[in-house]
């Protein structure tokens, strides 16, 4: 079996690549093999955010939030989708919270 960085790197490649549906399909075979591995999500999330699939975007950063609420980068990929999609509104807040999150992470320094 691959290990997580082998699947996140060939996933990756393909994004590079721009062949964003092979991207999308490596993504999602790292989050099935390594389904706590957020890296895989926020991937997963760009690669749709690209292919202007921003619902199933969204739905991917929202999986890595649950996975760690406390990573400012999460919401500033949920607030980039957000946007692309049009809901400023929700774009605004996402970034507010990775600013809050930031700042208390700063603060704990």
Same mark, same amino acid.
């Given at each position: 079996?691959?290990?997580?960085?082998?699947?996140?790197?060939?996933?990756?490649?393909?994004?590079?690549?721009?062949?964003? @549906?092979? +991207?999308?399909? #490596?993504?999602?075979?790292? %989050? !099935?093999?390594? &389904?706590?591995?957020?890296?895989? =999500?926020?991937? /997963?999330?760009?690669?749709?955010?690209?292919?202007?699939?921003? @619902?199933? +975007?969204?739905? #991917?950063?929202?999986?890595? %939030? !649950?996975?760690? &609420?406390?990573?400012?980068?999460? =919401?500033?990929? /949920?607030?980039?989708?957000?946007?692309?999609?049009?809901?400023?509104?929700? +774009?605004?807040? #996402?970034?507010?919270?990775?600013?809050?999150?930031?700042?208390?992470?700063?603060?704990?320094?």
């Amino acid at each position: 079996m691959s290990t997580q960085e082998e699947l996140y790197d060939v996933a990756l490649t393909h994004f590079a690549d721009n062949d964003l @549906d092979a +991207a999308v399909n #490596a993504f999602k075979e790292l %989050i !099935e093999t390594y &389904p706590d591995y957020i890296e895989g =999500y926020l991937g /997963l999330g760009h690669a749709y955010e690209r292919l202007s699939q921003y @619902d199933d +975007a969204i739905e #991917a950063v929202q999986k890595a %939030i !649950e996975i760690n &609420p406390n990573d400012p980068l999460v =919401y500033t990929s /949920l607030s980039i989708c957000y946007q692309r999609k049009g809901m400023i509104q929700e +774009a605004e807040d #996402a970034m507010a919270k990775s600013q809050q999150i930031q700042i208390e992470n700063t603060d704990k320094s």
